[in-house]
Structures are given as C-alpha cells and as structure tokens.
C-alpha cells in the first residue's frame, strides 16, 4: 500500500468541503485532479470513502474513520511545520484580514503599521465586510483572520476577545441633564442602520425596557455619525473610544444617561480546523502582547 501525503491532503480537504469542486478551490488544483485522487485512494484502500450525489459527496463509515484521523495527523504535521518555520524572519508571504470599516480605521491600522515595520515582505490584504459577513469569509477560507462584534458563536471558529468597546451617546451642545432612556428615544437620534450588530445591540437594549427606537437618521459609518452630530443634525450613538478626539477637543459633547450601556467586546476569529500561517500568528502575538499589558483598554 502506496500512498502520498498530498493524496491524503486532498482527500482531507474533499471530505472537510464534502465538496470535489470547493476543494480543488482551496487547493489551487482542478476538480478533476481531485476526483482522480479520491479514485486512486478508494482503490488502494479497496474500499469507498465518498458517496456521490448530484450536489456534493458525503462520506461513507470508512471515509468518516480515515478522515477523522487523517485530520488530526495532518494537523500535527502541520504545526510541526509551522513552528520550524516560526524560527525564521518572514520575508515574504501574505495576509488576508477581515474587518469592518469602524474597526479597521481606528483599531487595526495601528497593529498593521507596527506588522510592516517589523515584516516588510509580507503583503496584507483587508476586506470590509460586516461581523457576519466576516465569519462566512472565515469559514470560506477566503482570509485567515477576522474581527467580530462579539458575542458571536461558532463552533468551526476559535474566537477571541482582544478589545473593548463602550457606546455613548454625543451632540454638539453641551447639556447637563441627565437623560432617561425614554427621554432620549424622543430625541432625534442619528443610528446605525439596521444591518449592523451594534445598531441591533441597540435596539434590543432599548427594547428590554419597553422602548422602540425611531431614529431620525441612519447611517452606515461611524465617521458619518459624528460629523451628524456635529453638524447639529441630532444625537449620534457612537465608540468613545474611537470619538476622543471629537470629545477632547469639545467638538461633541457626551449626553449623560441615569445609566450607562452595556459595555461591549470586538474579538479576533480563525479557522479552527486550519492550521494558522506564521503570519496570521505573529499579528495575533502583536494585539495579544498588548492586552498583556493592559493597552488600549
């Protein structure tokens, strides 16, 4: 019995996909190159591993066995890889994240300037996409990390927490009273639309206290509600964190409520079945050493 280790890393990525076409994909390599190597290895097991159907494969009790198995040492072999190569600089190679245009502009571009400095070589690609947006991109293998609006759920993903978030309420006038939540759902609020997880955090907040949010605007940028806001067109609901400078400068002003809302996480999310590139665990190290050491918090 004869076969190669790159046979069984197609029937592995075959029988992860449950699809011949997704795996030739992700592989870089025809279809056909993968239906031939399932074949070759069915014959010299002598046994099916792969049931066809019009739409995809499933996989028969012998190809569940092999495929349990065959995962688990790939990704020991894998990892071994993968910390041998931890022992050199990166030169070259890529990085593709995923992250919303909030996060990116006033969280991410700071770790991927010090990424540069330290690897020139490797080029990074970051794709705008929404929370949910981004975990189905995870999950597509189509890049290897991600940032969520957390809680987010995913038993294919290993999440987690890198930075908290807290939403405040700002306009451009200064005002000393203390607001209910009543009191400011008849304000002219300046949201998110309805599209994004924080304009949903939101809206359930209020709604667990009875409350149905009508707000006069919505945008789809954080950059846009505070320059709303600013121009005297409402209340925008927006990240202290990234709206400091507007405060610090008195451009806006926070409105006080009688309570605060819930503080809320941003995490990074990987693919759990696919062993991470060096590059993909040496960003993870920068936005880890940081919180390490209690910065941006």
Known sequence: MYIKLEQYKIFNEAATTLSFSIAARNLFISQSAVSQTISSIEKELQTQLFIRHSKGVSLTKEGKLLHQQIDKALAIITGVENQISNFHELKDGQLTIGAGDTFSEYFLTDYIVKFKQLYPGVKIKVI??????????????????????????????????????????????????????????????????????????????????????????????????????????????????????????????????????????????????RTQSVATNKFIELIANDNQNNINY
């Open 128 to 273: 705008n996409r929404t929370s949910l947006e981004t975990r189905e991109l995870l999950k597509t293998d189509q890049i290897d990390l991600g940032f969520l609006n957390l809680p987010i759920k995913d038993d294919a993903l290993i999440i987690k927490e890198c930075f908290q978030v807290q939403d405040i309420f700002v306009s451009n006038k200064k005002d000393p009273h203390i607001y209910t939540f009543e009191e400011l759902a008849k304000k002219s609020l300046i949201l998110f639309e309805k599209s994004s997880n924080t304009r949903n955090r939101i809206d359930n907040f209020f709604a667990k206290k009875g409350i149905l949010l009508n707000p006069s605007i919505e945008l789809g940028a954080h950059n846009l509600l505070l320059d709303f806001a600013k121009a005297g067109l409402g209340i925008s609901c927006v990240i202290k964190e990234f709206s400091q400078e507007y405060l610090n400068q008195n451009i806006l002003h926070e409105v006080k409520t009688i309570s605060s809302l819930p503080r809320r996480s941003i995490g990074y999310a990987y693919l759990k079945r």
